[in-house]
């Protein structure tokens, strides 16, 4: 299993950023991703969950409304695009694949609980700065 983000950089605050998770080893639809980040001297925090399996999305409240999360199966990649960009949204962004697993599991996952990952990329970073 490896996943590759990709995609970051430095953006003005109100601009827009498209990152990119590619997926190998196991099958995208079958797993749920997430979009973690986490930012200098401070705890990683989640961002959003797909779960193509169960139809199921989440956000993180700090980016509702800015931030979409999509898949594309045929190329096993996730996307976040994310637009109305701020200062604190500035960090390394992560995306992590947790295995299937019954209701409780998929509750973990939409809540974003790291530990329920099992894989993680390296991570790219975003700094949105004027």
């Known amino acids: 299993v490896q996943l590759v983000e990709s995609g970051g950089g430095l953006v003005q605050p109100g601009g827009s950023l498209r990152l990119s998770c590619d997926a190998s080893?196991?099958?995208?639809?079958?797993?749920?991703i997430g979009w973690f980040r986490q930012a200098p001297g401070k705890e990683r925090e989640g961002v959003t969950c797909?779960?193509?399996?169960?139809?199921?999305?989440s956000y993180a409240d700090s980016v509702k409304g800015r931030f979409t999360v999509s898949s594309d199966d045929s190329n096993n990649t996730v996307y976040l695009q994310m637009n109305s960009l701020k200062p604190e949204d500035s960090g390394v962004y992560y995306c992590a694949a947790s295995k299937p697993g019954g209701s409780r599991t998929q509750q973990r996952q939409l809540r974003l609980t790291p530990a329920v990952y099992e894989f993680w990329g390296r991570g790219t970073q975003v700094t949105v700065s004027s």
């Open positions: 797909i779960n193509n399996r169960h139809g199921k999305i």
């Open positions: 080893g196991f099958p995208l639809d079958y797993y749920a």
